[in-house]
């Protein structure tokens, strides 16, 4: 039986990246996949923790990222949702993951590094920054290894940041089979064509939810005129024209991208770079701004339905009823992983 685990941090209202990379695949697969494939979408808030978060906040976030979720399609009677730290099987995973892990693996982890700043100076940190950065922060694929173990998941949608982390899940099963009994399955990974959306206002970085500048993304939620701004406002350059190169023009050629992924005749960046060269930027980016706002129509709508509907109490009573499944879920695998253990 196929089972499709994801997660979510609450860190934040998601925003295009996160729609485009991940989430919209996960209300696709509602429909695409048969119906006896379980489909198992959390917020993990136990991530959410690997930096500082104010209680309240953290609490906050948590309802509006589960409204977020209904609001772009997820149906709970179909998919199961919950918030991870809801579950205990999950961290109690983690812990056995983490005595069969490699930590020579996990400090080869990409993120890990640029934490680190290793890739640019090893000797870039001080020890007192180096004693700032917390446990967690480095062993957290082993809590998302867990995630996806413990519902014995064989398939993971994420965006391409995402890859390093899945092949370490894979190897973590692997460990737990050789050391115990072959009871943890290695998921594949579901790659999104949108696979990264970039920063509006620094091209080169990722679009990211915990980005200081609100202009950097585009919330699901955003309204029309809402996106219109950001987009209007998206770092390009001097040349009043549109052509697609990613080197010299990285700006402009994002907007394609953008385009690119959204586009219903799935024409290349290129291709469109070519077709819209005759327009100048303003023109150009009233286009992008209109097509984004037309993939991401009625969320917002949806969202705030969804938010005050029985005075806040819906939210709750889905996550109860989620999380009621999802414990189900974990406790089969759990059963046999502590048997196997001598638990
Ligand atoms: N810019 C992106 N383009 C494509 N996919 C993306 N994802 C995130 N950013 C992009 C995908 O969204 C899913 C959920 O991400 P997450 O909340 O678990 O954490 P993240 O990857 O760290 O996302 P953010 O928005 O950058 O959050 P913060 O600011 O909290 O770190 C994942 O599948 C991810 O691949």
């Known amino acids: ?34 119906s006896e494939t379980k489909l198992i979408y959390s917020v993990v808030d136990l991530h959410a923790i690997t930096v500082p978060q104010d209680p309240q906040r953290l609490r906050q976030y948590k309802r509006e990222v589960l409204a977020t979720l209904l609001a772009i399609g997820i149906r709970p009677e179909r998919s199961i949702l919950f918030y991870q730290s809801s579950v205990q099987a999950h961290a109690e995973l983690m812990w056995i993951l983490s005595c069969t892990a490699s930590a020579g693996y996990l400090s080869r982890m990409t993120q890990w590094k640029s934490k680190l700043s290793l890739s640019e100076d090893a000797n870039a940190m001080d020890t007192g920054s180096k004693a700032k950065l917390k446990l967690g922060l480095f ?11 413990v519902h014995r998941a064989t398939h993971v949608p994420v965006g391409e940041d995402q890859s390093q982390h899945l092949e370490f899940a894979r190897e ?18 579901i790659l999104s064509p949108a696979k990264r959306v970039m920063s509006l206002q620094e091209p080169h970085l990722k679009m990211s939810k915990s980005h200081a500048n609100p202009l950097s993304r585009i919330l699901v939620t955003d309204s029309p005129q809402e996106i219109k701004k950001k987009v209007m406002a998206a770092r390009t350059d001097s040349i009043n024209s549109v052509s697609f190169d990613p080197v010299e ?8 991208h953008l ?40 969320i917002g709508a949806r969202y705030n339905e969804v938010m005050s509907r029985d005075d806040g109490k819906y939210l709750d009573h889905v996550e109860k009823k989620g999380a009621e499944k999802a414990r189900e879920s974990a406790e089969e695998t759990m059963a046999l992983v502590r048997e196997a253990i001598g638990f």
Request: hydrophobic content about 40%; glycine content about 8%.
């Open 1 to 34: 039986r196929q089972v499709i685990f994801s997660g979510i941090q609450p860190t934040g209202i998601p925003h295009l990246g996160n729609y485009l990379g991940a989430l919209k695949q996960w209300v696709d697969l509602q429909d695409s996949v048969p």
């Open 139 to 149: 062993s957290y694929p082993v809590l998302q290894a867990a995630d996806i173990l």
């Open 172 to 189: 973590c099963a692997t460990n737990f089979n050789h050391t115990y009994q072959p009871h943890l399955i290695a998921p594949q990974t």
């Open 249 to 256: 023009r990285p700006g402009v050629s994002n907007l394609l």
């Open 259 to 298: 385009l690119s992924i959204l586009d219903k005749q799935s024409r290349s960046p290129e291709e469109l770079g070519t077709l819209h060269a005759g327009l100048n930027l303003k023109n150009f980016k009233t286009l992008v701004a209109e097509t984004v706002a037309e993939s991401l129509d009625g």
